[in-house]
């Protein structure tokens, strides 16, 4: 696909108008949450849905937009906004475990985290918005396409392998220069981050709580914006996909908020999810001639994140990590099993024009046959050997 369908030239009043309706949302936001108080579930809730809701609606608008604009591609970049916007809220619900562990650490009031993340998300805005600009420009070199594609590899590889996350804001460059430019009281003063004592301005903890989650966001932001360009290559698609993610992050938080360590099985979905964004990037957009089909591409993230989420419902956290490790090892040797009759019926030639896969010059049927025995090993390997 071209990679200049809405260029920022010429569609700069798009940008403009949808900043400015994000802008108006958001202070609608800080008007209802003025008041600091307790989000409660079903409050969060009613407001992840709303954000849902709107994506979904921004989807359909901007199918019909792109079909007025640019025809027959319409329905190509429209799937690509909700493989995006799919990426990246799964993606952020990996920054929810981080956030509840800052403000655990801190000892952060449940009533003004809210007003925390509220002013973080003003701020992931901003910097979303420069990653975005210059992955736009990097993008367009092939090499920096293949180097994002390897380090969203490893980074899928680490996130699966990793331990507990821990967090040491003592050890953030930020916090140590903050702590430095003003002084930080020892007890929060509501909901400030700025107090005046003595004549004297100082910073309260819950500025050093925000600079932690504006510097984690930021570190998370180099995962998930190209993990967003594998998905397409329109900055449009990536800028608002983004945005509407990060919208609806706060108040995921507080619905799953006490739930979080329920999910232990979403790390796995989400280290798979970015490595097979990686591997786009590095192969599989050029064996497909330029562009994976983007219906699989939505369909495999879609089934990786409802997959872990159901492996951690079905399987409880509460067994042995012995146990859990059997049951996730013979899982996954399952699906490979799984996977190893379709790839040889894909060999066979069959399904392949329904999947699109009909269209890709050079697709050879010794490769599926190759996949399918390898699938075939590796699940009888997992399932073998997996502890008693």
Same mark, same amino acid.
């Given at each position: 696909?071209?990679?200049?369908?809405?260029?920022?030239?010429?569609?700069?009043?798009?940008?403009?108008?949808? #900043?400015?309706?994000?802008? #108006?949302?958001?202070? +609608?936001?800080?008007?209802?949450?003025?008041?600091?108080?307790? !989000?409660?579930?079903?409050?969060?809730?009613?407001? #992840?849905?709303?954000? !849902? /809701?709107?994506?979904?609606?921004?989807?359909?608008?901007?199918?019909?937009?792109?079909? @007025?604009?640019?025809?027959?591609?319409? &329905?190509?970049?429209? +799937?690509?906004?909700?493989?995006?916007?799919?990426?990246?809220?799964?993606?952020?619900?990996?920054?929810?475990?981080?956030?509840?562990?800052?403000?655990?650490?801190?000892?952060?009031?449940?009533?003004?985290?809210?007003?925390?993340?509220?002013?973080?998300?003003?701020?992931?805005?901003?910097? &979303?918005?420069?990653?975005?600009?210059?992955? @736009?420009?990097?993008? $367009?070199?092939?090499?920096?396409?293949?180097?994002?594609?390897?380090? $969203?590899?490893?980074?899928?590889?680490?996130?699966?392998?990793?331990?507990?996350?821990?967090? %040491?804001?003592?050890?953030?460059?930020?916090? $140590?220069?903050?702590? $430095?430019?003003?002084?930080?009281?020892?007890?929060?003063?509501?909901? /400030?981050?700025?107090?005046?004592?003595?004549?004297? +301005?100082?910073?309260?903890?819950?500025?050093?709580?925000?600079?932690?989650?504006?510097?984690?966001?930021?570190?998370?932001?180099?995962? %998930?914006?190209?993990?967003?360009?594998?998905?397409?290559?329109?900055?449009?698609?990536?800028? #608002?996909?983004?945005? =509407? @993610? !990060?919208?609806?992050?706060?108040?995921?938080?507080?619905?799953?908020?006490? @739930?979080?360590?329920?999910?232990? *099985?979403?790390?796995?979905?989400?280290?798979?999810?970015?490595?097979?964004?990686?591997?786009?990037?590095?192969?599989?957009?050029?064996?497909?001639?330029? &562009?994976?089909?983007?219906?699989?591409?939505?369909?495999?993230?879609?089934?990786?994140?409802?997959? %872990?989420?159901?492996?951690?419902?079905? =399987?409880?956290?509460?067994? %042995?990590?012995?146990?859990?490790?059997?049951?996730?090892?013979?899982?996954?040797?399952?699906?490979?099993?799984?996977?190893?009759?379709? *790839?040889?019926?894909?060999?066979?030639?069959?399904?392949?024009?329904?999947?699109?896969?009909?269209?890709?010059?050079?697709?050879?049927?010794?490769?599926?046959?190759?996949?399918?025995?390898?699938?075939?090993?590796?699940?009888?390997?997992?399932?073998?050997?997996?502890?008693?």
């Amino acid at each position: 696909m071209d990679a200049n369908l809405f260029p920022a030239a010429e569609y700069w009043w798009f940008y403009l108008a949808f #900043t400015a309706v994000i802008g #108006t949302l958001l202070a +609608l936001d800080l008007a209802v949450n003025r008041k600091a108080h307790v !989000i409660s579930v079903r409050e969060a809730g009613l407001w #992840t849905a709303g954000w !849902i /809701s709107l994506a979904l609606l921004f989807s359909v608008g901007f199918y019909w937009f792109a079909a @007025a604009r640019v025809g027959g591609a319409a &329905r190509q970049v429209t +799937l690509e906004f909700l493989a995006g916007y799919l990426v990246e809220e799964s993606l952020s619900i990996d920054n929810m475990f981080v956030f509840a562990l800052i403000f655990r650490y801190f000892g952060v009031p449940a009533r003004y985290q809210h007003r925390v993340l509220f002013f973080g998300v003003l701020g992931a805005i901003v910097f &979303r918005g420069i990653f975005i600009a210059a992955g @736009a420009v990097l993008i $367009r070199f092939h090499w920096v396409v293949i180097v994002f594609g390897v380090f $969203r590899i490893f980074t899928g590889l680490r996130m699966a392998l990793e331990k507990e996350k821990a967090i %040491s804001p003592n050890a953030n460059p930020v916090i $140590r220069l903050a702590r $430095r430019l003003l002084p930080v009281t020892s007890d929060f003063h509501g909901s /400030s981050f700025l107090v005046r004592l003595n004549g004297m +301005l100082h910073f309260t903890p819950l500025m050093i709580v925000l600079l932690v989650v504006e510097t984690t966001d930021i570190l998370f932001a180099v995962d %998930s914006v190209p993990a967003v360009f594998a998905i397409t290559k329109e900055p449009l698609v990536v800028f #608002t996909s983004n945005i =509407f @993610a !990060i919208l609806g992050l706060r108040s995921i938080y507080f619905l799953l908020a006490g @739930a979080m360590d329920r999910f232990y *099985a979403l790390k796995y979905g989400l280290s798979f999810i970015l490595i097979f964004v990686g591997l786009k990037m590095v192969w599989l957009d050029d064996l497909a001639g330029g &562009r994976f089909p983007i219906g699989i591409s939505l369909a495999v993230i879609a089934a990786a994140i409802g997959v %872990s989420i159901a492996v951690s419902l079905l =399987f409880p956290k509460g067994g %042995s990590s012995r146990q859990r490790h059997a049951i996730m090892q013979r899982l996954v040797g399952g699906v490979c099993l799984a996977l190893c009759p379709i *790839a040889l019926l894909l060999g066979a030639g069959v399904g392949r024009d329904r999947l699109g896969l009909g269209e890709i010059a050079g697709l050879r049927d010794e490769w599926f046959y190759f996949s399918g025995a390898c699938y075939a090993l590796c699940g009888w390997l997992l399932v073998r050997k997996a502890p008693r």
